[in-house]
């Protein structure tokens, strides 16, 4: 029935000889975004031409589902269920994509096809999130074939088509279908590791909450020789509104924001003692879009601790007057539209509360509080879970390095709703890196990463099988 070692190396080779790369290079010519109304029909062609006929290949029953909101992209669903299987596990991944930028990638790219430069694999969704889930399924092929066609285990797959406009619809997805996605544990990719030479497991992703800082004052601009300095411009109390919320340094000033235990003072926030441990001494860095500056945010934390185990606040845009011709005019209003980025051990219920007694206390009351609210919640496995070990045992097995947990990713992936209604503990490995410029011009995929990816899920995929899991 073959062999753990066969079975790695199969995938390898398949990755070695080119074929994965052909193959990816297929997936990436879909120009699935989900971003675009125009390309609705490739959103739909990704998942019928593109993945239904591979996992029907390898013995899954696929459907393919319309989205329960209107106007959103569809969801595939997939199962592989064996005769007398202990266990049951669910992986997800999602077929679309952000816009394609074509004209913003430099000369000899393209979003729409996979080229090759050096340690590089450019293309729309080659890291997010093409690649990542044909490297899981392709190492399931490898795995399939080394057993004869047997797992030992059963295998469900959700591929979503709207995570990039939010995981529209998933939420009613999953509850709607709860029974058959019943399952042990989620074991997908998406996301980078802490650093691209450094295998990782995340256990949870933080959340995101938006909100709109206005300032509205008159129907529209003023003279600024006849009314400047005799009538408030609505910028600078923004700017203000923003220095109260965030000091020059990164620091979020709004303290009950941030991480603590419920209903504790503003004195006792903090990372939890579970996340500081398993933080400790845990890398960070990889990105070359932006470096790390160690005098921006919270003082006092590692910059593990900054990421993973703390919130924070990021304005996303800002406009007061007309930047791209300027008039002379006390502008009549000014936004901001923020964001922030906050993990489990924070209270998304009550942020809007809390700035606004914030800018009450700033003598802000003129600046507003505006569509308000969690864009995708946060959410988190404990990082010492069996499931959570059990992986990193069998990832370090294969890889023959240290594999580091880190009790939620930086960015943010609907695992909320899948421990909400199946209850399943969160086990996310990344195959990505910080600079891969995801959701920019240029994305691309690294080819270390990428490698030990396909060897770690075949071994997963084949100690599934052995029946010595939790």
């Not at 269920?81 to 004209?103: F, I, M, N, P």
């Not at 959570?388 to 909320?416: F, H, Y």
Request: negative net charge; hydrophobic residues 40%; aromatic residues 6%.
């Amino acid at each position: 029935m073959g062999t753990r070692e066969g079975a790695v190396a199969s995938a390898l080779k398949h990755f070695d000889d080119g074929h994965f790369h052909h193959h990816l290079a297929e997936l990436i010519a879909i120009p699935s975004t989900s971003q675009e109304p125009d390309h609705a029909a490739d959103v739909q062609r990704y998942l019928h031409e593109a993945i239904q006929p591979w996992l029907e290949r390898m013995g899954f029953v696929v459907e393919i589902l319309d989205n329960p909101v209107a106007g959103h992209g569809p969801i595939l669903s997939a199962e592989r269920v064996e005769a007398g299987a202990a266990k049951s596990v669910l992986s997800y991944g999602h077929g679309d994509t952000v816009r394609g930028l074509d004209d913003q990638w430099r000369d000899g790219l393209s979003p729409w096809r996979l080229i090759q430069e050096g340690e590089r694999w450019y293309g729309r969704g080659s890291a997010d999130n093409k690649g990542q889930h044909a490297l899981n399924l392709s190492a399931l092929e490898a795995v399939v074939a080394e057993r004869g066609g047997v797992l030992g285990f059963n295998l469900k797959l959700v591929l979503e088509t709207s995570e990039e406009r939010g995981s529209t619809g998933l939420r009613g997805f999953v509850a709607e279908h709860a029974e058959r996605l019943a399952a042990d544990v989620l074991i997908a990719s998406d996301g980078p590791r802490v650093m691209a030479e450094v295998p990782t497991i995340a256990t949870g992703t933080r959340g995101t909450y938006h909100f709109d800082l206005v300032v509205d004052l008159r129907a529209g601009g003023v003279h600024s020789g006849h009314w400047g300095g005799l009538t408030t411009d609505p910028a600078v109390l923004l700017a203000h509104a923003l220095g109260c919320i965030i000091d020059q340094r990164g620091k979020i000033l709004v303290r009950d924001w941030l991480p603590g235990a419920a209903g504790s003072g503003a004195g006792q926030r903090g990372v939890p003692a579970a996340v500081r441990a398993v933080l400790d001494g845990c890398p960070v860095g990889g990105g070359e879009a932006a470096s790390i500056d160690p005098g921006w945010g919270e003082p006092g934390l590692t910059a593990a601790e900054k990421i993973y185990g703390w919130n924070s606040f990021i304005v996303l845009a800002m406009l007061s007057g007309r930047p791209d011709n300027p008039v002379n005019a006390v502008a009549p209003n000014a936004r901001a539209h923020c964001q922030i980025r906050y993990t489990v051990d924070s209270d998304p219920a009550g942020f809007a509360a809390a700035l606004r007694r914030h800018l009450d206390a700033h003598d802000l009351g003129a600046v507003g509080i505006e569509n308000a609210g969690v864009r995708m919640p946060a959410s988190r496995t404990d990082p010492g879970h069996a499931w959570v070990r059990w992986t990193v045992a069998s990832m370090e097995r294969t890889l023959g390095k240290r594999v580091q947990v880190i009790p939620n990713s930086s960015g943010g992936l609907p695992g909320d709703v899948f421990v909400d209604y199946l209850g399943v503990p969160l086990v996310w490995i990344p195959h990505s890196y910080n600079g891969c410029k995801q959701h920019g011009p240029d994305e691309h995929l690294l080819v270390g990463p990428a490698r030990e990816g396909l060897a770690a899920f075949a071994g997963i995929w084949w100690d599934l099988g052995e029946g010595a899991t939790p």
